[in-house]
């Protein structure tokens, strides 16, 4: 039996925090073996979320029943507590939790094996240092640490948007972008390596750059083409984008690059300029249908998502149908949407004026409905095409023969194989059915 320690990472939050994870498996592959089972292992680390109430309360609420079982187990983990709400955090999870050793920021999972060394002293320690001139450390994309056909690559740190109800700027610190080689180089490796989609991600991609000194500024549409070159690589993805940044340059590579997927994930937030001014993002409605207009002229039949926030402080019947006519007119191919919560430091937690849980519970109720029919219009029109499916596995919970995948739109498709398939093989697959949350087809 092997006597390196065993380390498991239960993930929350975004996809940032997926590479986060997977970027300390990787650190941690040199000295520990990685556990499924979360109350075998030696090493446990809960990267945390800390966007909304609810996300931050999942990840304590993991904590604590890791502390609760303490003592009944076989051993006594060591127990890391990492990203967003670590950062926010910062010793004061050390005192409220006596079973926690380690507090990690998204900025210091790098030391990682150096933290550990010492938390296996009996040492309780917290690095949540943030500093502005921090530089992403580059990390050969280790082949078998993530999915063999879809991978991510972390573009850029951090946000300087600093939305009125977002406390991302306070838990990932500044925008910082990686330098355009190193991104590339990562991405000629992972597509050598046989990964066929790549997504690139940032909490707001367009302005990726914008921090290099003049004459030296290459923007997300340069990154673009440049990873777009690379050959063998079937699907480019990036998330997230803020419309304020958005530039006809990147609305562009749209028409240019075939290989970039047609769906775009472009969080409105609401549909109200006096709401979106209040939330401090630097567009309005009329601005955002004209991205939409001029996305759709480069690619017609884009697939395009949103993220939705009902009950914004101050948010009047009237702000609210505003949100629900966009919906009905840009006809989402599907959103997110969100009651808001108060989150630490973020401007809008002091804001007076805020809405009563029921009103945001009945907002989110009829927002959901009208995304859901958007959504089941808009997979309709599916039926009879022949789409390119990236094959995801088999269906969970199906019968033999039964295969998921994903369009280049990002639909799910289930469909039957006679023979068997291996993920990330890509199939035309007729459209036969289409449903709320995804779509059937037929090998032609
Ligand atoms: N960087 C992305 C957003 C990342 S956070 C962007 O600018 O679009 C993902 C989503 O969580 C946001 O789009 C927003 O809809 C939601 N969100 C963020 N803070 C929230 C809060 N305090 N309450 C409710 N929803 C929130
Ligand atoms: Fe948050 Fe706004 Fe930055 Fe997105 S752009 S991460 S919503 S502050
Ligand atoms: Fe959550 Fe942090 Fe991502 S707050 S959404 S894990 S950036």
Same mark, same amino acid.
């Given at each position: ?42 090493? /446990? ?21 890791? !502390?609760? +079982? ?24 050390? !005192? ?6 380690? /507090? ?27 500093? %502005?001139?921090? &530089? ?55 597509? +050598?390596?046989? &990964? ?19 004459? +030296? ?23 997230? %984008? ?6 006809? +340059? ?23 300029? !006096? ?89 989110? =109720? ?28 088999? =269906? ?20 039957? %194989? ?27």
């Amino acid at each position: 039996m092997s006597t390196r320690p065993s380390f498991h990472i239960e993930t929350f939050g975004c996809q940032m925090n997926e590479r986060d994870s997977e970027i300390m498996a990787q650190l941690l592959s040199e000295g520990a073996r990685p556990c499924l089972d979360i109350n075998e292992a030696d090493i /446990v680390l809960v990267n945390t979320c800390s966007i909304r109430e609810k996300a931050a309360h999942k990840a304590i609420s993991l904590l604590g029943q890791l !502390r609760a +079982e303490k003592g009944q187990r076989r051993r006594n983990p060591i127990v890391g507590v990492v990203g967003c709400l670590a950062q926010q955090e910062g010793q004061a999870l050390l !005192r409220r939790l006596p079973h926690v050793s380690l /507090v990690i920021g998204p900025q210091n999972i790098y030391q990682l094996p150096a933290l550990l060394a010492e938390a296996a002293q009996g040492r309780r320690l917290v690095a949540v240092d943030q500093s %502005s001139s921090f &530089v992403i450390p580059p990390l050969a994309p280790q082949a078998g640490s993530g999915p063999p056909h879809k991978r991510f690559i972390t573009i850029m740190q951090g946000c300087d948007n600093f939305c009125t109800y977002c406390v991302v700027p306070y838990t990932r610190g500044r925008e910082i972008s990686r330098d355009l080689d190193q991104v590339v180089a990562e991405a000629r490796t992972l597509v +050598e390596q046989g &990964v066929k989609e790549l997504i690139l991600l940032g909490q707001n991609v367009n302005s990726y750059g914008r921090k290099a000194k003049e004459g +030296e500024r290459r923007t997300f549409a340069e990154l673009l083409r440049a990873v777009a070159r690379l050959p063998g690589l079937e699907r480019l993805r990036f998330t997230s %984008s803020n419309p304020q940044d958005l530039t006809h +340059e990147l609305l562009l590579a749209f028409a240019e690059l075939p290989v970039l997927c047609p769906h775009f994930h472009l969080p409105v937030q609401s549909g109200s300029n !006096r709401v979106l001014a209040r939330m401090n993002r630097r567009y309005t409605r009329e601005r955002y249908l004209e991205l939409i207009a001029e996305l759709r002229s480069h690619r017609p039949g884009i697939a395009i998502t949103t993220d939705l926030i009902v009950g914004f402080p101050g948010e009047t019947e009237a702000d609210f149908d505003l949100t629900c006519q966009l919906v009905t007119e840009v006809r989402y191919h599907g959103a997110f949407s969100f009651k808001y919560s108060d989150r630490p430091q973020a401007k809008a937690a002091g804001f007076a004026d805020k809405v009563a849980e029921e009103v945001k519970a009945r907002r989110l =109720s009829i927002l959901q409905g009208l995304i859901d029919r958007m959504a089941w219009e808009r997979n309709q029109e599916f039926l009879g095409r022949t789409e390119r499916v990236m094959v995801e596995g088999a =269906s969970p919970g199906g019968q033999a023969g039964q295969w998921q995948g994903r369009t280049g739109s990002s639909h799910l498709v289930h469909f039957v %194989s006679p023979v068997a398939l291996a993920v990330g093989d890509l199939l035309d697959v007729r459209i036969t059915g289409a449903g709320q949350h995804s779509l059937r087809g037929e090998l032609p």
